[in-house]
């Protein structure tokens, strides 16, 4: 038995782009004659991927980063347009939604004919049948056609099939983001004890919570190439980083735009001082003076929002004046200003930002952000975010 369950060798995957029709017809004529027709679109480009028995590896990336395409080589679905791919052993995949599933047939069907195409035969059927019913616990809507589920009863179904096919390596893309928490914490628990036993796991999620919970390796793509790949805990910190850093672009970006947008801020002191960063002494007295001054186009009260989050982005706290109930001063037609006190005192020392979002009067509507730079300096051993009040017992 080899110990590579997966080899693949510089594969990818391109499509023609058939937008128009002499693009068309150059892609039917490169299929025709077994060469590259006209112009292509490369969603997944060269990559060179190896998972071994009893390995759990993650992929991460935004959407359209060519997550799904890969599961698709590796299940078969599609073929490579470059590269060689090898899997040495059984494969059970859960990707598109219901795919595999036929609607007019009830789940039980479904089931049967999904375990039989699987490689069981009808004694092995029966026999496993009670467990993947208890699995699913969908009731009485086992007997009823699959067009009637819902979502997260079709994943219900699909995943109780792989429960009792155990394959060797098993495929999943998002299927824990669709079911109910109950259904989450049961997957997770079969999965814990599907890798104990040795089982193989590809796990796609937008969750990090998952990936670092299930997985050992982790493989970041980004625009269809590997940006990252290694521990999973370092390749989703670094995911997250990137996410953190296109955020705060965007909040930029906002934030100049808003010098024309209908609410906006015009100026802001923190302690009294107006500028990009401030340093906290730590102290007895870790109160945050803060003073901003909003524009609103219409003359209507704008509402401030207010947070605090570390320093890689993890919020800590917020509020809002419309939370509070706070109206601002009218310090001239279309000009307010907001004034708040923000107990640091529970702060541990460390970096953090300060964001000041605009709004409209109904506190719906974001117009920009401003942060500011705040070290809370001080020295501990203690660890986290924040000190939470504590007695040890003796």
């Known amino acids: 038995m080899s110990a590579v369950l997966v080899e693949a060798r510089g594969i990818s995957k391109r499509y023609p782009l058939v937008s128009r029709r002499d693009a068309r017809l150059r892609a ?16 997944l480009k060269p ?33 490579p347009s470059t590269g060689t791919l090898a899997v040495h052993g059984s494969v059970g995949a859960l990707l598109e939604l219901g795919a595999g599933f036929h609607p007019e047939y009830s789940g039980r069907e479904n089931l049967r004919m999904a ?25 009485d809507y086992l007997d009823e056609p699959v067009k009637h589920y819902s979502s997260g009863m079709v994943v219900r179904l699909g995943f109780a099939l792989v429960s009792a096919l155990k394959p060797d390596l098993l495929i999943t893309d998002e299927v824990l983001a669709v ?11 079969w999965m814990e004890r599907y890798l104990g036993d040795g089982g193989t796991l590809l796990l796609v999620s937008h969750g990090m919570y998952h ?3 299930l997985c050992s390796r982790a493989l970041w793509l980004h625009q269809g190439r590997v940006e990252a790949s290694g521990d999973a805990f370092t390749v989703t910190q670094a995911y997250l980083a990137w996410h953190e850093r296109q955020g705060r672009a965007a909040a930029q970006s ?4 808003g010098a024309a947008a209908e609410y906006r801020i015009a100026g802001w002191r923190v302690d009294g001082e107006a500028g990009t960063g401030h340093v906290l002494v730590d102290g007895a007295d870790r109160a945050l003076d803060i003073e901003v001054e ?18 890689a982005g993890l919020p800590v706290y917020g509020i809002s004046s419309e939370m509070a109930g706070v109206v601002p001063e009218r310090l001239a037609p279309g000009r307010y200003r907001h004034a708040l006190s923000l107990d640091l005192a529970a702060l541990l020392p460390g970096e ?8 409209d009067p109904e506190g719906l509507r974001l117009f920009g952000t401003t942060e500011v730079q705040v070290m809370v300096r001080g020295a501990t051993r203690e660890m986290g975010t924040v000190r939470l009040a504590h007695r040890w017992r003796t």
């Open 47 to 79: 990559l060179d991927l190896e998972i071994r028995r009893g390995e759990s590896t993650g992929i991460v990336g935004a959407n359209g980063a060519g997550k799904s395409t890969l599961l698709k080589l590796l299940t078969g679905v599609l073929t």
């Open 28 to 43: 039917l004529a490169g299929l025709l004659l077994r060469r590259p027709g006209g112009a292509a679109h490369e969603v």
């Open 352 to 359: 953090y930002l300060l964001r000041l979002h605009p709004m």
């Open 179 to 189: 079911g109910d928490e109950s259904f989450q914490k049961k997957c997770i628990a």
């Open 211 to 213: 990936v670092q919970k």
């Open 254 to 257: 906002a934030a100049t735009e």
């Open 115 to 139: 375990a039989a195409l699987a490689g069981l035969s009808p004694e092995e059927i029966r026999e496993r049948m009670p467990g993947i019913v208890a699995f699913a616990d969908i009731g």
């Open 294 to 311: 909003l524009v609103g186009a219409d003359d209507r009260p704008p509402v401030l929002l207010v947070g605090l989050a570390q320093a």
